[in-house]
């Protein structure tokens, strides 16, 4: 019997009892009294008091007994459910602890394996120059073998780690010097912890840095063509860095230093790049939708057809830049200087431009329409304005043309 199907089964066998008991066999009893006064109204010599005071009892015992049934029926399940969650607990623990001694394990045979292979005769550093070209030596030919067959191990060694041991992994090629002629290029190294890490001028293209952390790190002329850094931190590092087609959506570069940077078809959606310094960065047809940019500097930057949908650009300075064809409908560029910036054919439509600076720029073919302004909007002179293309009317009156 069902906990739910208890207390409808009692209560049945009591209605049934107070039937019979109110029935003669030959037909329903009828009270003396039509309204049914209690007091008069009588079976087999008892009033209908008494018989429920004799009812009352087994029904209060039995509704106890359901109650007391459902109660530890329930205390029951509840220790079940918390014992399987402490077990799935324990399991979930046993199987990361295992895990991390096999990742130590495998951590540890590398290093060994790593090791053997830098004290070898024939590894590149034993040598004041190594030359990359096949010159026909045997001894050059089981050099560029041994770095193929070291870059091999280290890529697959790199996929089984957790974030942690795969920094320890860069770390130690950086001090022993092996990246000079291991190349990081297409390597695993997501969630890795490269904080502090003087990485100027590696070879890591395509490399997956996604929700990696580079804070503070120097990645100066290192080579991140189409690399992963989706939800990257690189706070207050410095990435003057090739960084062509690249997606850094969504990654954390507030405050980094882009100076230079190439950053070509780069797609930065939903990036973060506040007060960052991207001064003379290129960013030809990059994708910056959504692209928090405010405070940044851009001075001399390059972006031509570059998107700027909905990207805050509050403050940030553009001056000086080529933005040529580039879209910046629906930006909010309050206060943002683009003074001496080339602007033509760019669109700027339904864009916030409240307090913006864009004394000289030009605005050939420049689309206007819908975009927001004020009294502190500071535009070129008339003979520049007129070169732009839907103008709005409050705008005309206001510069009288």
């Given at each position: 019997m069902t906990k739910g199907n208890g207390f409808y089964t009692s209560l049945a066998l009591i209605t049934f009892v107070i039937i019979i008991a109110f029935s003669n066999f030959s037909g329903v009893y009828i009270c003396v009294s039509s309204r049914l006064n209690l007091d008069t109204c009588t079976l087999l010599g008892k009033s209908i008091w008494e018989w429920l005071e004799l009812l009352i009892a087994p029904a209060a015992l039995a509704i106890l007994g359901i109650l007391s049934s459902e109660y530890f029926s329930n205390q029951a399940k509840r220790r079940e459910d918390r014992e399987k969650e402490e077990q799935e607990v324990r399991l979930e623990q046993e199987k990361k602890?295992?895990?991390?001694k096999e990742r130590q394990g495998v951590l540890k045979d590398y290093f060994e394996k790593i090791t053997q292979r830098l004290l070898d005769e024939a590894w590149p550093l034993k040598y004041a120059v190594w030359k990359e070209a096949d010159d026909g030596t045997i001894e050059n030919e089981k050099r560029k073998k041994l770095v193929a067959v070291t870059r091999a191990m280290t890529l697959a060694i790199l996929?089984?780690?957790d974030g942690?041991?795969?920094?320890?992994?860069?770390?130690?090629l950086k001090e022993t010097g092996a990246l000079q002629y291991i190349s990081l290029s297409s390597a695993d190294l997501s969630q890795a912890d490269l904080r502090y890490l003087d990485l100027q001028g590696i070879d890591m293209k395509r490399v997956d840095l996604s929700e990696a952390n580079l804070s503070d790190s120097n990645i100066s002329g290192a080579n991140l063509d189409e690399a992963n850094l989706k939800s990257t931190i690189f706070s207050g590092g410095t990435l003057r860095a090739s960084l062509n087609r690249a997606d850094l959506s969504d990654a954390d570069l507030r405050g980094a230093n882009l100076n230079g940077a190439e950053l070509n078809g780069a797609t930065l959606t939903g990036t973060i790049l506040g007060n960052a310094n991207l001064t003379k960065a290129s960013l030809e047809k990059a994708y910056l939708?959504?692209?928090d940019l405010t405070g940044a500097a851009l001075v001399g930057a390059r972006g031509i057809a570059a998107t700027f949908t909905k990207a805050l650009l509050i403050e940030t300075?553009?001056?000086e830049s080529d933005l040529a064809k580039a879209d910046f409908s629906s930006a909010n560029l309050q206060r943002a200087i683009l003074s001496r910036s080339n602007l033509e054919g760019a669109n700027f439509s339904g864009a916030d431009i409240r307090g913006a600076y864009l004394s000289r720029a030009n605005l050939k073919d420049t689309d206007l329409l819908n975009i927001q302004w004020d009294n502190n909007t500071f535009w070129p002179d008339n003979a520049e304005m007129v070169n732009a293309k839907n103008i709005p009317v409050s705008l005309r009156k206001h510069l009288g043309i």
């Open positions: 602890l295992a895990q991390d996929r089984e780690l942690t041991r795969k920094a320890s992994v860069v770390k130690f939708v959504g692209t300075d553009l001056s």
